[in-house]
């Protein structure tokens, strides 16, 4: 834990550094994947399955009969929790569905924007011990409302050739198509190309290791749409005298027990309230299972003491953290004043796993300080807007003059022609 | 002229493809910019200026000497011309304010979103002969919209180390924060890093030359969010019986004007409309100063005839025009039908030239088949939509168990342990 007690503004971009995230040295690895599965399709998938995977596969789709089976195994509680999950995820998301409005800009001159979905969309779970079937529940639920057409996912199987039931009961819950067992670079290429089994998507989201993130960046050069850049989870907590420090303490614990990378912040205005929440984090530390990776992590974690609110928004605003709780009783007056984060939680009992799972927020987050120019995930990341035009004679005789002037001092002669003969007709007809 | 009638969907893939387009050769060399830019600042940008632009600068700043000037050197038709196209695209983009609504997912838990301009952006505008003083308006007026607080444009200045002036005017317009004068890579860096004077930006904007494309690609992977990918631009024209052969001519030819790898496509239902618009193009195109582009353009540019409206439609939905241009009588119905594309023009008068300057709708636009994944730049692509949420002590009770037992299935132990110790507090309070 590093303690800082009351930095200047200079200070800042220490305590908001993020470790320097480069895959590039895995470009020449990925990239080879990637060329054999552009050229040998599931052969390649399957392959790479046997190879990384230790699973020999037949076929990549996963069949109605697992479906079944994992119907079955999956307890009833679990499947109660991610219906109403998704309920919350789809209601969220469902409220943001966009109606364009036509806009006369000038006389005659009628504008406006269409949301039209995506046609296809490739979501990538990872494997791995902890099956995230709540990032099933984030990615597919608003493409589902979006009205994407295909809606696949990749996720690796086990050693047995099976995927994590609970990973497949989301799935059907929140509506996917296609499920196709592969992991990895192989999935990435899979959905970036189209396999004789995979088809090929135009957009890619979800988490995954460094190689996963790498090939999303390949393919995003030319191939397919990425959801946005990856990197550690991580969360900034604000905390005052008037906060519950066994739960900041459980926020942060929360946080840090994702991987020994994640990034932990508490900044408060209370030192009463910050040695509180260290000597909390430790005594709920040692009962941890993942004890372990968050002892880590909290070597690295940073607990700041600043003089007042706006000193503590200030600095929440350059760290531009992915999950930023607001635990004071003035949670509102702070709304106001958050300028970069992925998502807030505020008050007391929105901890971050309410949004983690079910509060209806997406979990998809721009980390890595990328909220300082990125959303999360949301219903617009599934669709385009398009905008349309039309011009009436009178919008020619509005705006022509205009746009020929300007279409010939930009020295684009057959721009200006094109409404200079429309002028020159409807001018005729005034 | 590639004159193809009654193609199957099999032929679809041959006439959608477009030149691939592979900037990695030059990665090495602007990588090496990239780094020297980063390393030693202006220094460096002056230096590149020198060598690339043979422009001697002294400062990168551009005056307020140097803006007034401007207005004196800029015609008053012109001048009126960029306010009558500024108020336009303010208009369009002021209709699309996002004012996100709380949402109740569950009793007790309420979400919502809100959006939040990006602090610091910059603009690129690309020199050459023709000043692309139209695309300062799309980039810096939706900008200001916003409430972007640092809007700042590189443009490189000629061999006397000056900008156009009509840049200048319409930066004045639009409201731009500062300009510097730099071009090509090293105005990249500049934005993307930070100089002694060019502020450090989150999100870069704007077209360019290959070199600008390759830096863009690189300083998105850790160093600045960018629009949007690059290519070149192309236009789709739908025609039938009703349509005007004159006007559609004049529209192919104002996209084959502007370079030889523009892509130009017509679709008509009517075989008599394809070949008049064949002999309209060919008589519009003798006498335009750029037909030696133009002519290059149309080698490579396809003539379709389809059999009926619903084909036209279903080709260019696989070709993602960046512009469409819908010039039949019943471009209402088709307006519904369409799912991939930039910008719509629609009916006899919305010519492509209309949305290029003046209106209203955003002319950076996905080009080379991104229209499948990416939208135009619009008044969200200077703000995030950051979520937020609250819960109260019923919003633990109603949603709460669901979360832990989906951490603890997930094996998230401290995740479930953050909604747990809450849940338990306030079971205590029902």
């Known amino acids: ?16 550094e993020r470790p320097h995230l480069d895959v590039s040295q895995l470009n020449a690895i990925v990239a080879g994947v ?65 109606d364009g409005q036509k806009v006369e800009t000038a006389p005659g001159v009628v504008c406006w924007q269409k949301s ?48 994590n039931p609970a990973i497949l009961v989301a799935a059907r ?29 135009y957009k890619i989201f979800g988490p995954g290791n460094q190689y996963v993130m790498a090939a999303k960046q390949q393919v995003s050069l030319h ?14 907590v604000i905390a005052d005298e008037t906060s519950n420090a066994a739960y900041v303490a459980a926020d942060l614990l929360s946080q840090a027990e994702h991987g020994i990378d994640s990034q932990v912040i508490l900044i408060s205005t209370s030192e009463q309230m910050l040695d509180a929440v260290i000597k909390e984090t430790e005594a709920q530390l040692a009962v941890l299972p993942r004890h372990e990776i968050a002892e880590k992590t909290l070597v690295n974690s940073q607990f700041v003491l600043v003089h007042d609110k706006n000193e503590a928004m200030a600095l929440s605003n350059a760290y531009a953290p992915e999950h930023l709780i607001i635990a004071t009783d003035d949670y ?12 807030v939680f505020l008050g007391n009992y929105a901890c971050e796993s309410a949004g983690d799972y079910a509060s209806g927020t997406n979990h998809t987050l721009p980390t890595h300080g990328y909220a300082l120019a990125y959303n999360g995930v949301n219903l617009d990341s599934y669709n385009r807007k398009v905008t349309f035009q039309h011009l009436s004679q009178d919008g020619v005789r509005n705006i022509g003059p205009a746009v ?14 094109a409404m200079r003969i429309r002028v020159k007709d409807v001018m005729g007809n005034a």
């Open 1 to 16: 834990m590093n303690i800082i007690k009351y930095p200047s503004i200079s200070d800042y971009a220490t305590i908001c």
């Open 34 to 98: 990637l060329a054999d599965v552009k050229a040998n399709g599931d052969k390649a998938v399957m392959e790479y399955e046997e190879k990384f995977d230790k699973a020999q596969l037949t076929q990549l789709a996963v069949t109605e009969e697992e479906m079944q089976e994992a119907e079955c195994l999956v307890s009833p509680e679990l499947k109660a929790s991610l219906v109403l999950a998704h309920q919350n995820i789809a209601k969220f998301h469902q409220s943001q569905k966009f």
């Open 116 to 163: 039209v979905a995506i046609e296809k969309v490739g979501l990538y779970i990872p494997g791995g011990t902890a099956p995230l079937f709540s990032t099933v529940l984030m990615l597919a639920t608003p493409a589902k409302i979006a009205g994407c057409k295909e809606i696949v996912l990749c996720t690796p199987p086990n050693k047995e050739g099976k995927v």
């Open 173 to 201: 819950v929140a509506g996917v198509s296609k499920i196709f067992k592969a992991g990895g670079v192989q999935a990435i290429g899979a959905m970036a190309y189209g396999t004789e089994s995979v088809p090929k998507v």
């Open 223 to 236: 191939d397919a749409a990425i959801d946005m850049p990856a990197g550690p989870s991580e969360v900034c």
């Open 332 to 343: 509102e007056a702070l709304a106001e004043k958050v300028i970069n984060a992925g998502s």
């Open 404 to 417: 020929v002037c300007m279409a010939e001092n930009e020295q684009l002669e057959a721009h200006a022609n």
